[in-house]
């Protein structure tokens, strides 16, 4: 195992392992992974923060199935967990109840809360009050609000808690209606610290592991637990498709190989390659997003073909130049990703330049095996194709057309739930009322009270849109806390007020004594002071309704949720044409399909770019304009093939499917280099089909996860891999003029 090629200077293979070892070590110790939304999305924040935003740090928990007592048990705890973890700031099992000091709380601030109207305070109306009243005594929400009762005429309270029950989370009629079995709710919001998806997700798995122990179903909704568990979900499937891999590619290169040492050397300077870019990519910036990780990785997998294709040459100088070659066309292709402005991109663009440049130059410096490899006869399969270039032009134009004609998906498969996620939501569903996930009605206003009071101009709209059937209700916190100008009506005096009392005490049947406890609690409850957000903190059943009224640098704003939506559009026109300002809804989902489509055109604009300065690259470090474009062309065919077939198999391209398609564009100018060459074109097939096997057995093993990312990866790249194979394989009828040509500079 002493051969190597002329160039650099060969380090010998121990001092290669252990090159390969330091750099992997420091990029143990040195590198700082983060999975920040916000360097993929940039400036979108709406999207990209929305785990860090207030609606972002709910969570639901919802114990179904099993005994009563056994849903109590794992109730109780799970809240000991929460309440003893230090990401969630509180934990309340089921809906907050009124106790005795808010009953009060009400009772004293009644009329600046729910001030009594001009037709409540006449005298048959207050009658009928108290009428109803003394019918109420003997009923449970008598016995709770029994020494209030009688003492309000007006109604105020009882209209006050009615609004605080239908603002409160409830099961949903069909779950009522079709007696749904027993659940244990829990409501726990996270701190405002920033988000861990590696402990929230253990959280998970520890609320999870509680629940099995009582023998109950947990349902664990909110964004933040659904975001890392469909991200360890993905990692997980990645973990076990890179072992899975890795063992079969073991295995296919030592018996292609037929040495232990051969394979090793293979497979350094891919191992030493993803660790300098590691290490390059966290000096640079900081950190490395997960994104230049994952993607990186498997992008910078192409250098394994570099020490493939020299094995085969057995260490042919002109190998090494097209390597050479190769590698520097695909970096510069993928360095454009720094214009895009984007953080994550353009890491993964400096991570597949910085790992493929130093993968093929270690390639050259580190021994080759002396046994000759086995290499599949892939020269058997060269083929001829008639106007050759006619067809990969008119290949590349279908794709092309495809790309702009046909409509992607609504929304990118790398960013929608996973169907057991959208089965629990569902499940969830069954046992309290959710709000709808798409959209998000919002009031905003320079103060709380200017918020406030357009929320309260909002509510007759949301009452009629309930009534026609677009919503079943759109709960608003001015409901039960109107601005200030709202909580100070023009109220009568007592003297006023005093002979309608009494006519109203005697037409109840009450003692005229009566009177003077109703005008005690008349002048409290006048003279009350006003209550403003903060005021409600103090009481848990109001805190939760409170955290939907938010102040930013730019004033206040107000989220009103919205359950059951059954019609958006009309609900939209009705707001629309209200034209109240401060008020939006918006589409959630349109909007993230819309920042997804925008992410799309960006990356593919850049890597466009890209490909058109690694082109002239080509063309000038190969020293062929010719060869530069009929290799281009040929690439630019294959490519167009694989984004006809993806866009009618699925619809649409995905961003990922659009990174994707980069690695195949450099594996298309790899194949190009070694196969659109009649001089040699059957050894270079043979190194080729070597190196095209190898990819095909990572990515076919990627193309059947269960994680939908993975394989829409694994199926792009293998079904690149073979359009490419097909097409640099076959001969049109200008190939034979180049018969002994070089102009790459071989020897």
């Given at each position: ?20 070892l ?40 919802a114990?179904t199935?099993g ?16 309440s ?16 005795a000091?808010l009953i009060?709380?009400?009772w004293?601030?009644?009329?600046r809360l ?7 305070l ?22 709770v ?26 099961p ?14 829990l ?6 610290q ?21 023998a ?6 909110g ?12 990692e997980?499937?990645?973990?076990t ?19 232990a040492?051969a ?20 000096l ?5 997003h ?31 130049r ?24 353009a ?27 086995r ?6 399969l ?5 106007a ?15 790309a ?11 960013f ?35 918020t ?26 001015a ?18 007020i ?6 109203a ?26 209550v ?11 805190a ?33 044409t ?6 939006t ?15 799309q055109?960006r ?58 398609l ?6 298309g ?22 190196c ?9 093993v ?11 990866i ?23 003029g180049?018969?002994g040509e ?6």
């Amino acid at each position: 195992m002493g051969r190597h090629l002329g160039g650099p200077r060969a380090w010998g293979l121990w001092p290669a392992v252990s090159a390969t070892l330091a750099a992997a070590v420091l990029a143990i110790l040195l590198v700082v992974p983060q999975s920040d939304p916000e360097s993929v999305f940039g400036a979108a924040r709406e999207h990209a923060g929305a785990l860090e935003a207030e609606e972002g740090r709910s969570l639901v928990i919802a114990l179904t199935g099993g005994a009563g007592a056994d849903r109590a048990a794992a109730a109780s705890a799970i809240s000991a967990q929460l309440s003893a973890n230090p990401m969630i700031a509180t934990v309340r099992i089921g809906a907050p109840h009124a106790d005795a000091a808010l009953i009060d709380w009400l009772w004293q601030h009644r009329f600046r809360l729910s001030p009594p109207r001009p037709e409540d305070l006449t005298a048959e109306a207050m009658a009928a009050t108290l009428r109803a009243a003394l019918d109420q005594l003997t009923t449970a929400e008598g016995i709770v609000l029994g020494p209030y009762l009688l003492d309000d005429p007006t109604g105020s309270l009882l209209r006050l808690r009615a609004r605080l029950t239908g603002l409160a989370p409830r099961p949903p009629a069909e779950a009522e209606e079709s007696a749904a079995p027993g659940a244990e709710i829990l409501f726990a919001r996270f701190t405002d610290q920033t988000y861990d998806p590696t402990g929230t997700a253990r959280l998970a798995g520890r609320l999870r592991s509680i629940a099995e122990t009582h023998a109950v179903r947990p349902l664990l909704i909110g964004p933040r637990i659904i975001a890392a568990e469909v991200g360890q979900r993905i990692e997980r499937a990645a973990l076990t498709a890179s072992a899975l891999a890795f063992a079969l590619l073991l295995i296919w290169l030592g018996v292609m190989l037929r040495s232990a040492g051969a394979v090793l050397a293979c497979l350094l300077p891919l191992a030493f390659g993803v660790s300098v870019a590691a290490v390059t990519v966290q000096l640079l910036f900081g950190s490395v997003h997960v994104l230049a990780l994952g993607f990186g990785g498997a992008l910078t997998g192409l250098a394994l073909d570099y020490p493939l294709h020299l094995t085969a040459h057995r260490g042919a100088r002109r190998a090494g130049r097209l390597i050479l070659l190769g590698a520097g066309t695909t970096a510069i292709a993928f360095l454009a990703l720094l214009g895009a402005g984007l953080p994550a991109f353009a890491q993964t663009g400096v991570f597949v330049a910085t790992g493929l440049s130093v993968a093929a130059l270690s390639s050259l410096a580190t021994p080759l095996p002396g046994r000759t490899p086995r290499l599949p006869p892939l020269d058997r399969l060269i083929w001829r194709l008639p106007a050759k270039p006619w067809v990969a032009g008119a290949m590349a134009a279908a794709g092309l057309a495809a790309a702009f004609l046909v409509p992607g998906p609504e929304i990118d498969r790398a960013f929608g739930l996973p169907t057991e996620v959208e089965a629990d939501i569902a499940a969830l569903r069954q046992v309290i009322e959710l709000p709808s996930g798409r959209a998000v009605l919002t009031v905003s206003g320079a103060s709380a009270d200017e918020t406030l009071s357009r929320a309260a101009t909002l509510s007759p709209l949301l009452e009629a849109a309930r009534e026609a059937g677009d919503i079943t209700r759109g709960p608003n916190l001015a409901e039960i806390l109107p601005d200030t100008a709202r909580q100070s009506p023009p109220l009568p005096s007592w003297p006023e007020i005093a002979p309608h009392m009494a006519r109203a005490v005697a037409e109840a049947g009450l003692a005229l004594g009566h009177l003077a406890r109703l005008e005690a609690a008349w002048r409290a409850a006048v003279a009350a002071p006003l209550v403003h957000p903060q005021d409600l903190a103090a009481h848990p059943a109001l805190a939760p309704f409170l955290r939907n009224l938010t102040r930013s640098g730019q004033g206040w704003r107000l989220q009103i949720p919205l359950f059951g939506l059954r019609d958006f559009e009309a609900l939209h026109t009705r707001i629309s044409t209200a034209a109240i300002p401060g008020v939006t809804l918006r589409d959630r989902v349109a909007e993230l399909s819309a920042s997804v489509d925008r992410l799309q055109r960006r990356v593919a604009l850049w890597l466009g770019v890209g490909a058109l300065a690694a082109l002239a690259f080509l063309a000038l470090a190969g020293g062929s304009v010719g060869r530069a474009l009929c290799i281009g062309l040929v690439s630019a065919g294959a490519l167009g093939l694989v984004v006809a077939v993806l866009i009618l198999a699925g619809g649409g391209l995905g961003v990922f499917q659009i990174m994707a398609l980069t690695l195949v564009a450099g594996i298309g100018v790899d194949y190009g280099l070694f196969l659109e060459r009649a001089e040699d074109r059957v050894t270079g097939a043979r190194s080729t089909g070597l190196c095209a096997a190898s990819t095909l057995i990572a990515f076919g093993v990627m193309a059947v996860s269960p994680a939908p990312v993975l394989a829409d990866i694994g199926w792009t790249v293998s079904l690149g891999i073979l359009a490419m194979l097909g097409l640099h394989l076959a001969e049109s009828g200008g190939d034979r003029g180049h018969d002994g040509e070089d102009s790459t500079g071989a020897d």
